[in-house]
C-alpha cells in the first residue's frame, strides 16, 4: 500500500481525472490500484465496495480488509474523502446500502468501477476449464520449481453458463442499473470493467475457455450499457489489464508459469508494469484524455499492449517451449512471482518484524 501511494504522489496531480468514484470489488488488485489511483492521483472521494474477514479471536483478518483499512487511515492524513462497505457486492443488500452511502456521502459519481474476482455468485459457481476438449500442457508448482504436464477436463454446459452468470456483465449491468434508476450517475458519467485476453499460450484455459466465454459476456454488457449512459453523456467500457499475480490467477492451471516468463522477459526489456502502473495509466492517459479514450476495434481499452508486444511474446513462446525443472531459474521470475504471490498476503517485506507482537484487530474506520 504504502509503495503504491508513494508512486501515485510522484507523478503529477491529475488534473482531469474523476472526483467521485464508486469501486466494486477495492480491497485487492486491480480495484485496490484504481482506488489509490483516483485518490492520490486524482483527489478524488471514493467510496468501495469488498467482501473481506475482520480479524477474530483465532485469526488475523484478510489481506484484503488490511488494505482498505490502511488505505482509509492514509487518505485521512491526505484529506481525502473515503469511505467503504464491507459484503457480497452480488446481493441486493449491499447494493441498497451502497445506494444508500452515496447519498449520505458523495451524491452522484463520475466514475464506476467494477472489479470483482470471485468463485461464486449466489447458486452459480464458476470453473476455469477449457471448452469442447480437454487440455495439456506444462505448468509449475512455484513452491517447489518443479515443472510438469497436466490435463484440464473440459467444462459441460452448465460450467460454461455457471461461468457467464459469475464473471460476466450481468451484475455489472445491474449495478448501473441500480444507480440510474437512483440518480446517482452524475452527467457524463463513466463505467469500467476489467478484462484479460493474453497470449496464444494461455489462450486454450483462458480466452477460448469458460473465462472467456464470461469475457465475451462482459464485452457485449459494455455495448449495452453503454448506450443505457447515452442520455447522460456517459460511457462504458471493458478495460483489457495485462497479466498479474493474483491469488486468482494463481489458481488458474498453465497461467503462473506463463506469468512467471512473461515477467521476466519484460523486466529484462524495462516494459513490465504492475496493478498501480497500470491504473495510473488508466485514469492519466485513456479515460481523462483530450479527446476521449482510444479504444481497439471491439470498444475496449487496451493497456496490455505492452505485454502483447510481438517481439516480447516471441520470446515468451521460445522460453514456454524450452522451460524444465532443471532450467527454470534460467527462464522464469520464479523469485519474483513467490515474492509478489507472498506480498499480496502482507509478507516478503525486509522493512518488517514479523516477530512482533501486535494486535490483529484492525479497525476500517469508516466501518466504525
Same mark, same amino acid.
Given at each position: 500500500?504504502?509503495?503504491?501511494?508513494?508512486?501515485?504522489?510522484?507523478?503529477?496531480?491529475?488534473?482531469?481525472? #474523476? %472526483?467521485?468514484?464508486?469501486?466494486?470489488?477495492?480491497?485487492?488488485?486491480?480495484?485496490?490500484? =484504481? %482506488?489509490?489511483?483516483?485518490?492520490?492521483?486524482? %483527489?478524488?472521494?471514493?467510496?468501495?465496495?469488498?467482501?473481506?474477514?475482520?480479524?477474530?479471536?483465532?485469526?488475523?483478518?484478510?489481506?484484503?480488509?488490511?488494505?482498505?483499512?490502511?488505505?482509509?487511515?492514509?487518505?485521512?492524513?491526505?484529506?481525502?474523502?473515503?469511505?467503504?462497505?464491507?459484503?457480497?457486492?452480488?446481493?441486493?443488500?449491499?447494493?441498497?446500502?451502497?445506494?444508500?452511502?452515496?447519498?449520505?456521502?458523495?451524491?452522484?459519481?463520475?466514475?464506476?468501477?467494477?472489479?470483482?474476482?470471485? #468463485?461464486?455468485?449466489?447458486?452459480? =459457481?464458476?470453473?476455469?476449464?477449457?471448452?469442447?476438449?480437454?487440455?495439456?500442457?506444462?505448468?509449475?508448482?512455484?513452491?517447489?520449481?518443479?515443472?510438469?504436464?497436466?490435463?484440464?477436463?473440459?467444462?459441460?454446459?452448465?460450467?460454461?453458463?455457471?461461468?457467464?452468470?459469475?464473471?460476466?456483465?450481468?451484475?455489472?449491468?445491474?449495478?448501473?442499473?441500480?444507480?440510474?434508476?437512483?440518480?446517482?450517475?452524475?452527467?457524463?458519467?463513466?463505467?469500467?470493467?476489467?478484462?484479460?485476453?493474453?497470449?496464444?499460450?494461455?489462450?486454450?484455459?483462458?480466452?477460448?475457455?469458460?473465462?472467456?466465454?464470461?469475457?465475451?459476456?462482459?464485452?457485449?454488457?459494455?455495448?449495452?450499457?453503454?448506450?443505457?449512459?447515452?442520455?447522460?453523456?456517459?460511457?462504458?467500457?471493458?478495460?483489457?489489464?495485462?497479466?498479474?499475480?493474483?491469488?486468482?490467477?494463481?489458481?488458474?492451471?498453465?497461467?503462473?508459469?506463463?506469468?512467471?516468463?512473461?515477467?521476466?522477459?519484460?523486466?529484462?526489456?524495462?516494459?513490465?508494469?504492475?496493478?498501480?502502473?497500470?491504473?495510473?495509466?488508466?485514469?492519466?492517459?485513456?479515460?481523462? %484524455?483530450?479527446?476521449?479514450?482510444?479504444?481497439?476495434?471491439?470498444?475496449?481499452?487496451?493497456?496490455?499492449?505492452?505485454?502483447?508486444?510481438?517481439?516480447?511474446?516471441?520470446?515468451?513462446?521460445?522460453?514456454?517451449?524450452?522451460?524444465?525443472?532443471?532450467?527454470?531459474?534460467?527462464?522464469?521470475?520464479?523469485?519474483?512471482?513467490?515474492?509478489?504471490?507472498?506480498?499480496?498476503?502482507?509478507?516478503?517485506? #525486509?522493512?518488517?518484524?514479523?516477530?512482533?507482537?501486535?494486535?490483529?484487530?484492525?479497525?476500517?474506520?469508516?466501518?466504525?
Amino acid at each position: 500500500m504504502q509503495e503504491q501511494i508513494r508512486f501515485v504522489l510522484s507523478r503529477p496531480r491529475m488534473e482531469k481525472g #474523476p %472526483r467521485k468514484v464508486l469501486i466494486i470489488g477495492a480491497s485487492t488488485g486491480y480495484g485496490l490500484a =484504481t %482506488r489509490i489511483a483516483a485518490a492520490f492521483g486524482a %483527489r478524488a472521494e471514493t467510496v468501495g465496495v469488498f467482501f473481506e474477514r475482520p480479524a477474530d479471536e483465532d485469526r488475523t483478518a484478510s489481506a484484503g480488509w488490511y488494505n482498505s483499512a490502511f488505505f482509509e487511515e492514509e487518505a485521512e492524513k491526505a484529506g481525502l474523502r473515503a469511505w467503504s462497505l464491507n459484503g457480497d457486492a452480488f446481493s441486493d443488500p449491499v447494493k441498497a446500502d451502497t445506494l444508500a452511502l452515496l447519498r449520505k456521502t458523495t451524491g452522484p459519481v463520475d466514475l464506476v468501477i467494477y472489479s470483482l474476482a470471485a #468463485p461464486r455468485r449466489g447458486m452459480h =459457481t464458476s470453473v476455469l476449464r477449457p471448452i469442447g476438449h480437454e487440455y495439456t500442457n506444462k505448468t509449475v508448482n512455484f513452491q517447489t520449481g518443479q515443472v510438469y504436464e497436466t490435463t484440464v477436463p473440459p467444462a459441460s454446459e452448465d460450467e460454461i453458463a455457471g461461468t457467464v452468470a459469475v464473471m460476466g456483465g450481468e451484475d455489472w449491468q445491474l449495478w448501473i442499473e441500480a444507480l440510474l434508476r437512483a440518480e446517482l450517475l452524475a452527467p457524463g458519467a463513466m463505467t469500467v470493467a476489467y478484462s484479460y485476453i493474453g497470449s496464444s499460450v494461455t489462450a486454450a484455459i483462458y480466452r477460448e475457455g469458460t473465462i472467456g466465454k464470461a469475457k465475451e459476456h462482459l464485452e457485449a454488457t459494455a455495448r449495452s450499457l453503454d448506450a443505457k449512459l447515452l442520455s447522460l453523456g456517459g460511457r462504458a467500457y471493458v478495460a483489457v489489464n495485462k497479466a498479474v499475480v493474483t491469488l486468482a490467477s494463481a489458481a488458474i492451471p498453465f497461467v503462473p508459469l506463463y506469468i512467471g516468463i512473461l515477467y521476466q522477459v519484460m523486466k529484462d526489456k524495462g516494459t513490465h508494469e504492475g496493478c498501480i502502473e497500470q491504473m495510473d495509466r488508466l485514469l492519466r492517459e485513456r479515460l481523462y %484524455r483530450d479527446g476521449g479514450s482510444p479504444v481497439d476495434d471491439a470498444g475496449r481499452i487496451r493497456l496490455d499492449e505492452k505485454e502483447l508486444d510481438p517481439a516480447i511474446q516471441k520470446e515468451v513462446e521460445a522460453r514456454w517451449k524450452r522451460v524444465t525443472t532443471e532450467n527454470l531459474p534460467q527462464l522464469v521470475d520464479l523469485d519474483g512471482y513467490r515474492k509478489e504471490l507472498s506480498r499480496i498476503c502482507g509478507f516478503d517485506f #525486509p522493512q518488517v518484524n514479523y516477530a512482533a507482537d501486535i494486535d490483529p484487530n484492525i479497525a476500517i474506520p469508516s466501518l466504525r
